[in-house]
């Protein structure tokens, strides 16, 4: 597994930034970056299970993500998801061996504010044949993230 380490400068403030990054609507807005359709289920609320859902992308009408729990939650300054295995048309599986692929894996995102200008950093873990498209895809997440902040 390696990591992925990214941060963007907003010019907003940080608790427009931390809502419109986990906001239902504006969630969907900059995760489609990732996947058109994305979203999640659940709460951020430390210790809650979560999925992050989106269409599976293999021509049918399936879905598939992640099934995370909400390892820290201090609001406006960081968050940490942990994601516990893989999700796929309503089933949750936390214990093949493609799971274990994912699992344990975090998700951090780091939020500083210094005179109104936010700076987001992520933190993800990956696993090494999918670090360059997420670390593409997370370069266009971060900038429709910001483009939503500063409209």
């Not at 931390?18 to 969630?27: F, N, Q, R």
Request: charged fraction near 30%; hydrophobic fraction near 35%.
């Amino acid at each position: 597994m390696q990591k992925i380490h990214q941060s963007i400068t907003i010019n907003a403030p940080v608790a427009k930034v931390w809502d419109a990054m986990l906001g239902k609507g504006t969630y969907e807005e900059w995760t489609a970056m990732f996947n058109p359709g994305s979203r999640y289920e659940g709460d951020w609320s430390e210790g809650s299970k979560i999925l992050f859902i989106g269409p599976s992308g293999d021509g049918t009408d399936g879905e598939s993500g992640m099934v995370s729990r909400i390892a820290v939650n201090k609001p406006h300054e960081f968050i940490s998801i942990e994601h516990l295995g893989i999700y796929a048309n309503g089933v949750e599986d936390t214990t093949s061996e493609e799971a274990k692929k994912w699992s344990p894996a975090f998700e951090n995102y780091t939020f500083s504010e210094t005179d109104g200008v936010t700076t987001v950093t992520i933190d993800q873990d990956i696993e090494d044949e999918y670090k360059e498209e997420f670390e593409a895809m997370w370069k266009k997440a971060l900038a429709k993230l910001k483009e939503i902040c500063e409209r």
